[in-house]
C-alpha cells in the first residue's frame, strides 16, 4: 500500500467497507428459512384391526377449522346417512369436532411417550405400532418435540363398513390438515429429523367405532399416513 506524499487510498477502504456490507446481508438473508420446510412423518402408519371398540375425543376445536362434510346425494354421504340410522346422536359436525380433539391429544402424546393416552384412543393393532416407534426411540435415546400451531381443515374422504368380529364395525377416514413443529432430537439434544420451522402437515386418520345392537362402542384411532 502506497501511502506516501500523503496519499491515503481512501477507494479501496470504501470498496472494502461495501464488500463486507454485501456479505452481511446476503449471510441475513440466506441464513433465514423461507416457506414450508420438509419436516419428519407424521405418526407411524398402524394395520387395519381385527376388532375395535371406542372414542374420539370429544371436545372442541380450539380454533376455526374449515370442515368439509360430503353433500347427502354422494355416496359418502348416503353412507354418513347410514350411520345416523344406527346412532341417532351421531352428526358429522360433532363426530370432526371430536376428531380434531383426538387428533391434537395423540400428537401430543406420542410425542411424550404417554402410553395410557394412546391406550385409550387407538385401536389395539395401532397402539402396537405407536408403542413400537417410541420403544425405538426410546432405546436410540432420543426424544420428539410436536407443537400443534393450527388445524387448518378437517374432512370426512370416506366412510365404509369394517369386517370387524363382533357387531357391525364403521370406518371414517379424515384429511386433517395442520401446521406443526415437529422435531426429533437425539441424546445430545441435536436434531436428527425434522425441523424447528412450523410445517404443514397433510394427514389421512382412519377412526373405527364397533356397534352392537342398540349400545354403540366409541371412536378409536386405528390408522394414520401422510397424505
Same mark, same amino acid.
Given at each position: 500500500?502506497?501511502?506516501?506524499?500523503?496519499?491515503?487510498?481512501?477507494?479501496?477502504?470504501?470498496?472494502?467497507?461495501?464488500?463486507?456490507?454485501?456479505? %452481511?446481508? %446476503?449471510?441475513?438473508?440466506?441464513?433465514?428459512?423461507?416457506?414450508? !420446510?420438509?419436516?419428519?412423518?407424521?405418526?407411524?402408519?398402524?394395520? !387395519?384391526?381385527?376388532?375395535?371398540?371406542?372414542?374420539?375425543?370429544?371436545?372442541?376445536?380450539?380454533?376455526?377449522?374449515?370442515?368439509?362434510?360430503?353433500?347427502?346425494?354422494?355416496?359418502?354421504?348416503?353412507?354418513?346417512?347410514?350411520?345416523?340410522? %344406527?346412532?341417532?346422536?351421531?352428526?358429522?359436525?360433532?363426530?370432526?369436532?371430536?376428531?380434531?380433539?383426538?387428533?391434537?391429544?395423540?400428537?401430543?402424546?406420542?410425542?411424550?411417550?404417554?402410553?395410557?393416552?394412546? !391406550?385409550?384412543?387407538?385401536?389395539?393393532?395401532?397402539?402396537?405400532?405407536?408403542?413400537?416407534?417410541?420403544?425405538?426411540?426410546?432405546?436410540?435415546?432420543?426424544?420428539?418435540?410436536?407443537?400443534?400451531?393450527?388445524?387448518?381443515?378437517?374432512?370426512?374422504?370416506?366412510?365404509?363398513?369394517?369386517?370387524?368380529?363382533?357387531?357391525?364395525?364403521?370406518?371414517?377416514?379424515?384429511?386433517?390438515?395442520?401446521?406443526?413443529?415437529?422435531?426429533? %432430537?437425539?441424546?445430545?439434544? !441435536?436434531?436428527?429429523?425434522?425441523?424447528?420451522?412450523?410445517?404443514?402437515?397433510?394427514?389421512?386418520?382412519?377412526?373405527?367405532?364397533?356397534?352392537?345392537?342398540?349400545?354403540?362402542?366409541?371412536?378409536?384411532?386405528?390408522?394414520?399416513?401422510?397424505?
Amino acid at each position: 500500500m502506497n501511502v506516501t506524499g500523503g496519499h491515503f487510498p481512501f477507494d479501496l477502504i470504501f470498496f472494502a467497507l461495501v464488500a463486507v456490507f454485501l456479505v %452481511l446481508r %446476503l449471510r441475513s438473508v440466506l441464513g433465514k428459512k423461507a416457506g414450508l !420446510q420438509p419436516g419428519p412423518v407424521a405418526p407411524p402408519q398402524a394395520p !387395519q384391526p381385527s376388532r375395535g371398540a371406542a372414542v374420539v375425543g370429544g371436545q372442541k376445536p380450539a380454533s376455526d377449522v374449515s370442515t368439509n362434510i360430503p353433500a347427502p346425494a354422494t355416496r359418502v354421504g348416503q353412507e354418513l346417512g347410514t350411520l345416523r340410522s %344406527l346412532d341417532q346422536s351421531f352428526t358429522p359436525e360433532q363426530f370432526l369436532s371430536g376428531a380434531e380433539g383426538a387428533f391434537r391429544q395423540i400428537v401430543t402424546a406420542f410425542a411424550a411417550g404417554n402410553r395410557p393416552v394412546l !391406550q385409550e384412543r387407538l385401536t389395539p393393532a395401532a397402539f402396537a405400532a405407536f408403542e413400537s416407534a417410541i420403544i425405538t426411540r426410546e432405546q436410540a435415546g432420543e426424544t420428539q418435540k410436536s407443537e400443534i400451531r393450527s388445524v387448518q381443515s378437517m374432512a370426512i374422504e370416506d366412510v365404509r363398513k369394517t369386517d370387524l368380529a363382533a357387531g357391525t364395525g364403521v370406518a371414517i377416514d379424515v384429511r386433517i390438515v395442520s401446521d406443526q413443529i415437529s422435531l426429533t %432430537l437425539d441424546s445430545s439434544q !441435536q436434531p436428527v429429523a425434522g425441523t424447528d420451522a412450523v410445517t404443514e402437515f397433510s394427514d389421512l386418520w382412519t377412526f373405527e367405532r364397533l356397534y352392537s345392537g342398540s349400545t354403540g362402542g366409541s371412536w378409536r384411532l386405528a390408522a394414520a399416513r401422510s397424505a
